[in-house]
C-alpha cells in the first residue's frame, strides 16, 4: 500500500481444493477464517481456518449450505457464519438456513461447528408474518410441474452477521428480520 497505484503481490493461498467459491473472509490474532461454499452450492460448505504468518492450513470445518458471510467474536473466542442454504434455481433442492458457531479452544478452532437451524419456526409462518416477517419462496406453488413444499427453515436465508462478545445478530435479509443468538448457550 505504500504506493497504491502498484500493488505488490506479496502471496497468495490457493483454495480451489476447498470446495466452491470463497463468500466471505476474516482475521483474528493470526488467524484467516475462509467462508467457502460447496461446489454443489445447495451442499454443506466449510469454514478454513488458516495462520496469517505462513498461510498454512489450520483447520477445515464443515458448516452448513452456502456460508455466506464469515465473522470473529470481538474476544476471538468463536467463529460464526450465517449459512444463506440458497435453493436450487427450480427448487428441487433447497437446504435450510443456518448460523455455524465454531469455538476456539486455547487458540484453536475447534473441529466441529454447531449448526443452529430454524426448524423450531416451522409451522409458526402465520404467526411470524403478523409480525412482519415476510417468506417470499414459493411454497404451495407449482415449478415445471412441481408441487414445492417448502418450510420456514427453507425460507430463512441467513445473509449478514455481527457479534458482541456473547451475542450474534444475523440478517434474514429476503424475510425481514433478524435472528438474535445468544452465544453462551447457542440458543
Wanted: glycine share 8%; proline share 5%; hydrophobic share 35%.
Amino acid at each position: 500500500f505504500a504506493d497504491p497505484s502498484k500493488p505488490t503481490l506479496l502471496s497468495s493461498i490457493q483454495l480451489a481444493a476447498y470446495g466452491g467459491f470463497v463468500n466471505s473472509l476474516a482475521v483474528s490474532n493470526g488467524k484467516l477464517a475462509a467462508a467457502i461454499e460447496a461446489v454443489d452450492k445447495q451442499a454443506a460448505g466449510k469454514v478454513v481456518v488458516f495462520n496469517t504468518s505462513n498461510y498454512s492450513e489450520v483447520k477445515v470445518i464443515a458448516v452448513g449450505a452456502l456460508p455466506d458471510m464469515i465473522t470473529y467474536s470481538p474476544d476471538g473466542k468463536y467463529i460464526l457464519t450465517a449459512n444463506e442454504g440458497e435453493p436450487s434455481g427450480d427448487y428441487n433442492i433447497d437446504p435450510e438456513g443456518s448460523i455455524s458457531v465454531i469455538e476456539f479452544v486455547d487458540g484453536i478452532p475447534s473441529d466441529t461447528s454447531i449448526n443452529l437451524d430454524f426448524t423450531g419456526y416451522n409451522g409458526k409462518q402465520a404467526d411470524l408474518e403478523a409480525q412482519g416477517m415476510h417468506f417470499p419462496n414459493p411454497a404451495g406453488r407449482t415449478i415445471n410441474g412441481t408441487l414445492i413444499s417448502t418450510t420456514v427453515a427453507q425460507d430463512l436465508e441467513p445473509e449478514y452477521i455481527t457479534t458482541t462478545d456473547d451475542m450474534a445478530y444475523v440478517t434474514l435479509q429476503e424475510n425481514n428480520g433478524i435472528a438474535i443468538v445468544d452465544l453462551t448457550d447457542n440458543s
